[in-house]
């Protein structure tokens, strides 16, 4: 079972465009990650929101955690073409007593010159 | 620093020939160790996941196995490669920073199953 929805699935904009991704689920998670993933490589982690309302920025990058802890966004701003790539968000979060680390569904952005 | 290297990086193989992908990990010990498959632009699919020497954990039905036989080993392996097996490969290790966990990816493993 996918717990992790990740919106929209695929993103082409322009360069300097600005731009939205979400990360929701219907659970609870004790730290929630972002990664992105360049093809032919593996994800690279860019960022750990661990408060319910916390936000991180990463240069143009901007990630919000939920106040419930349930859901993220990752907002970039003037997109660039080294921007291009896929975006996933991961978190861990304990079920019937058993820890659980999950990935999003997955945010391919393409960027345009 | 703490690597993880795969090897190899690409392979391409005909259904029904064995696999065996390795995983090594430099810099920790003990580590919490994890196979992944990731269809062409899709997310990744958890298939198992060790926690230490000889221990494995099995996430989806499959005709793939894992093995352990070093602390920082992991071995993926089929005895029978189908189609349905092509896809990218990866090998993560577990890492806790401040009270909650992290994953590190190594650089993956294409495999193309003719």
């Known amino acids: 079972t996918q717990l992790l929805e990740q919106s929209p699935q695929f993103l082409s904009i322009q360069e300097g465009e600005n731009l939205t991704v979400y990360c929701n689920s219907s659970?609870?998670?004790?730290?929630l990650q972002w990664y992105r993933q360049e093809p032919g490589e593996g994800p690279v982690l860019l960022v750990t929101?661990?408060?319910?309302?916390e936000v991180k920025k990463l240069k143009r990058l901007t990630f919000q955690f939920g106040d419930a802890r349930k859901d993220s966004s990752l907002h970039i701003t003037a997109a660039q073409p080294g921007d291009t790539g896929l975006y996933l968000c991961?978190?861990?979060?304990?079920?019937?007593?058993?820890?659980?680390?999950?990935f999003g569904t997955g945010t391919r952005l393409k960027v345009l010159a | 620093s703490q690597t993880i290297h795969q090897w190899p990086a690409t392979l391409v193989q005909p259904v029904g020939s064995p696999l065996s992908l390795e995983c090594t990990v430099e810099?920790?010990?003990?580590?919490?160790l994890y196979w992944y498959r990731q269809a062409a632009g899709r997310g990744l699919q958890l298939l198992f996941y060790?926690?230490?020497?000889?221990?494995i954990s099995s996430e989806v039905p499959q005709n793939l196995s894992a093995s352990r036989p070093q602390d920082r080993q992991f071995i993926l392996s089929s005895k029978k490669l189908l189609l349905s097996d092509s896809g990218f490969y990866l090998c993560?290790?577990?890492?806790?920073?401040?009270?909650?966990?992290?994953?590190?990816f190594g650089p993956g493993t294409r495999l193309t199953v003719l």
């Open positions: 659970s609870v998670f004790s730290s």
């Open positions: 929101v661990v408060t319910g309302g």
């Open positions: 993560a290790r577990l890492a806790r920073d401040r009270g909650h966990n992290e994953q590190f």
């Open positions: 810099g920790t010990s003990n580590p919490n």
């Open positions: 991961a978190g861990d979060f304990v079920t019937s007593g058993t820890y659980k680390y999950i």
């Open positions: 060790s926690v230490g020497i000889g221990q």
